[in-house]
Nanobody, 122 residues
Framework: VQLQASGGGSVQAEGSLRLSCAVSGLSFRQYDMGWFRQAPGKDREEVGSFVVRNGGRTYYADSVKGRFTIFRDNAKNTVYLQMNSLKPEDTAVYYC???????????????WGQGTLVTVSS
């Protein structure tokens, strides 16, 4: 199983970035996908997730709600994180993760990507 995150970079505040996470080695449609981030000196936090059960639903952390959007392309086995109105406090390494859909939304994720760095300057 491989999760390959990409799309990170440097952007000024109020700018946008789109992260991608290409997944291989598992049945993509059977997995919930999550995005996490870890800023220097801070704990990892969940940014949001796409839960496939019941037709698909997204969840977001309050800190990104209204600015970030998660969507997936099942034909490409890829999940995306569209980030708009970026703030300096969004600076972090972003990770994608996959969780088998029958494990429930409170269960730990099964697989993790390697992370991509996002830097937002003021």
């Amino acid at each position: 199983v491989q999760l390959q995150a990409s799309g990170g970079g440097s952007v000024q505040a109020e700018g946008s970035l789109r992260l991608s996470c290409a997944v291989s080695g598992l049945s993509f449609r059977q997995y919930d996908m999550g995005w996490f981030r870890q800023a220097p000196g801070k704990d990892r936090e969940e940014v949001g997730s796409f839960v496939v059960r019941n037709g698909g639903r997204t969840y977001y952390a309050d800190s990104v709600k209204g600015r970030f959007t998660i969507f997936r392309d099942n034909a490409k086995n890829t999940v995306y994180l569209q980030m708009n109105s970026l703030k300096p406090e969004d600076t972090a390494v972003y990770y994608c993760a996959a969780r088998r859909k029958d494990r429930g939304i409170t269960s730990a994720y099964d697989y993790w990507g390697q992370g991509t760095l996002v830097t937002v300057s003021s």
